[in-house]
């Protein structure tokens, strides 16, 4: 039944029933009647935010049948990789954006109209960029602290 399946999905990803529900834009109650199985069935529009919110296989969902995540790959350390979204409207409804600050929301929300791909090319460079020396850098700090340590 779909209602055990998105309680496997809810659980894996180590979610309340209610961040879930506002996730892929239903109401808490509404997806209480989907999970004890007074609303069978899911709308295609609830069936594609599941889909794009979480990667999640469509047929898996709706049938048990296949993997539960369409791409491995975009799966890591118990979260969804957000990578996989390329619509900014389907980012704005995961967690992950609404736990950013205010500041960090309005970045993506701005850049996300630039339209110029030359200009988003170089921007993507230099956050790589930026994300590979602040890695780097937190790589260094348990070094040191491992030397320390010992």
Do not use: H
């Not at 998105?6 to 209480?32: H, R």
């Not at 009647?33 to 599941?50: C, E, M, Q, V, W």
């Amino acid at each position: 039944m779909i209602s055990e399946r998105l309680k496997i999905l809810i659980n894996y990803m180590n979610l309340s029933q209610k961040d879930f529900a506002i996730s892929i834009g239903l109401t808490p109650s509404s997806l209480n009647d989907i999970l004890n199985g007074r609303t069978k069935n899911i709308s295609k529009t609830l069936l594609i935010a599941i889909r794009y919110v979480y990667n999640i296989n469509p047929a898996w969902l709706l049938t048990g049948e296949g993997v539960m995540f369409i791409t491995l790959t975009d799966f890591k350390d118990g979260k969804v990789s957000y990578t996989a979204i390329s619509d900014i409207n389907e980012i704005t409804r995961t967690k992950w954006f609404k736990n950013l600050t205010k500041e960090q929301r309005d970045i993506i929300t701005k850049c996300s109209s630039v339209k110029d791909k030359e200009i988003l090319k170089k921007v993507s460079g230099i956050i790589s960029r930026q994300a590979a020396k602040e890695e780097g850098d937190r790589e260094l700090e348990e070094l040191d602290k491992e030397v320390q340590g010992k």
